[in-house]
Nanobody, 116 residues
Framework: QVQLVEAGGGLVQAGGSLRLSCAASGRTISSYKMGWFRQAPGKEREFVAQITWGGGSTYANSVKGRFAISRDNAKNTVYLQMNSLKPEDTAVYYC??????????WGQGTQVTVSS
């Protein structure tokens, strides 16, 4: 099994940037598809971004062009670079992983708050 720990969340002004990291242990992430999800208060959890085994990435339309997901297999870490942040981006961000299709491994989450 793989364990996931997120870091890098915090308070930022609208228009600012944050870089989230997801450090994996127990297994090498090279064998996993990795993703980021977020959940705002009172809202459903939503997909943000994912990166596949070969390095291809997909994004939710709401973050396309502003966020970028990447992975560093040598460091066993996946990142989410968030630029041009908006108040609507405020949420708890979760790292997730799967070796197949549906995500079945989750981190504890890190809070991102964007002030206007």
């Amino acid at each position: 099994q793989v364990q996931l720990v997120e870091a890098g969340g915090g308070l930022v002004q609208a228009g600012g940037s944050l870089r989230l990291s997801c450090a994996a242990s127990g297994r090498t992430i090279s064998s996993y598809k990795m993703g980021w999800f977020r959940q705002a208060p009172g809202k459903e959890r939503e997909f943000v971004a994912q990166i596949t085994w070969g390095g291809g990435s997909t994004y939710a339309n709401s973050v396309k062009g502003r966020f970028a997901i990447s992975r560093d297999n040598a460091k066993n870490t996946v990142y989410l670079q968030m630029n041009s942040l908006k108040p609507e981006d405020t949420a708890v961000y979760y790292c997730a992983a799967t070796q197949t299709g549906n995500y079945n491994y989750w981190g504890q989450g890190t809070q991102v708050t964007v002030s206007s």
